[in-house]
């Protein structure tokens, strides 16, 4: 849900009164957010650049998102600044309409929260050709086509976001404030593109990988399960220690060779695992990581979408009040999360984070890391 659906009108820009209590608190926590995001997602752009892993196609989108989070939290921030100095910036002409109709409006910041949801609707996609039907993977998703998802997500996404700066705010001339036009025609244009908006932005890429996230996990059940028969299956098929150490020569000699090499004889009559394990095993990683990335999405945004919704759907709000301000400030700590959830889930992101640390601790080069890092595959 973005301002650029708020009945009100941007404070005088030629005299405006000071900053009150609830513009300083706004503005700092619009920084706070931003430097976390920032950082964070600087981040994640170095490591996930400096592993061969960067080769994966899922590691592409993750790079994606990454930028999309760092464009949105250095536009968080400047956006705080500006606040702070609007009344400084000359708002005539037509730099005072740009400034109106997009940047007091949000249109970048919120355009980049589409890119974002875009790019984890594609994610979720990417993830059920992995997983699902992976022998069709490297036929779906090449380099060239991954490249080309992730132009067009920026290029689509931010698609219905034009139609709230242009259409319905205006520069009064007169006065040089940022007027939303509140005339019946324009509430009622406000209110069906607010209604699509929320269409288009939250509930159809939620519910798209919603459905994709519940195949992914019951196919990756299943394989777990497959894999823990065969494994069964092979133990029981597999001589125990204790019979083959039966047949073993009865000599001192022979028993003290038994007795030293026990653990090898333990290591031989274990069933092996099958070999698609380590696969899965690294493919279900970056799959549970992200499913939680979808699951943070949600618990961010869904109270602000929702209260958007019933707004345009005629309910009341009150954009000066608690809850409206908890609800945008929860869409935006979205943008610093998934730093997290990589640190503390995704393991090549882990094991990078250790390279990079122990490479710059021993002043070693930057060819060090990409020879120690864990390469990447072509579906992870």
Not at 50 to 78: E, G, H, M, P, Y
Not at 213 to 233: A, H, P
Not at 340 to 351: D, R, S, V
């Amino acid at each position: 849900m973005s301002e650029n659906s708020f009945p009100t009108t941007q404070p005088g820009m030629d005299n405006p009164p000071a900053l009150s209590v609830s513009d300083i608190i706004t503005v700092t926590i619009y920084s706070v957010i931003g430097i976390i995001g920032v950082i964070g997602n600087l981040l994640v752009l170095v490591v996930f650049r400096l592993l061969k892993s960067r080769k994966s196609q899922v590691n592409s989108f993750i790079l994606n998102q990454a930028l999309a989070d760092f464009t949105t939290s250095l536009l968080l921030i400047t956006f705080g600044l500006t606040r702070i100095i609007r009344h400084q910036i000359n708002h005539t002409g037509g730099f005072g309409e740009f400034l109106c109709r997009f940047w007091w409006s949000r249109f970048f910041v919120f355009s980049c929260f589409a890119v974002s949801t875009f790019n984890l609707t594609a994610m979720s996609v990417e993830r059920f050709i992995a997983v699902v039907l992976p022998l069709k993977y490297p036929f779906i998703f090449t380099k060239r086509r991954t490249y080309s998802i992730i132009l067009v997500v920026w290029l689509i996404a931010p698609g219905m976001q034009w139609i709230f700066p242009i259409a319905l705010y205006e520069l009064d001339k007169e006065t040089n404030s940022c007027e939303f036009q509140a005339s019946w025609s324009f509430q009622v244009a406000g209110a069906i593109s607010g209604v699509f908006l929320f269409l288009w932005e939250y509930f159809v890429p939620v519910t798209f990988m919603l459905i994709a996230y519940i195949s992914i996990l019951k196919t990756l059940k299943r394989k777990e399960v497959q894999i823990q028969g065969l494994s069964q299956t092979k133990t029981e098929n597999t001589p125990s220690a204790q019979t083959a150490s039966s047949v073993l020569p009865t000599r001192q000699k022979g028993i003290r060779f038994n007795v030293e090499n026990d653990s090898n004889d333990d290591k031989r009559t274990k069933a092996p695992k099958p070999k698609a394990t380590s696969a899965q095993v690294r493919r279900r990683n970056v799959t549970i990581t992200l499913f939680i990335m979808f699951l943070v999405y949600v618990i961010c945004w869904t109270p602000n979408q929702l209260t958007f919704l019933q707004f345009n759907l005629g309910g009341a709000l009150d954009f000066n009040g608690a809850w409206y301000h908890i609800t945008v400030f929860m869409a935006f700590l979205n943008t610093c999360v998934n730093p997290i959830i990589y640190a503390l889930k995704h393991k090549q992101f882990q094991k990078g984070m250790k390279e990079i640390f122990r490479c710059y601790g021993n002043r070693v080069d930057q060819s060090s890391i990409l020879s120690n890092s864990v390469s990447g595959t072509a579906v992870d």
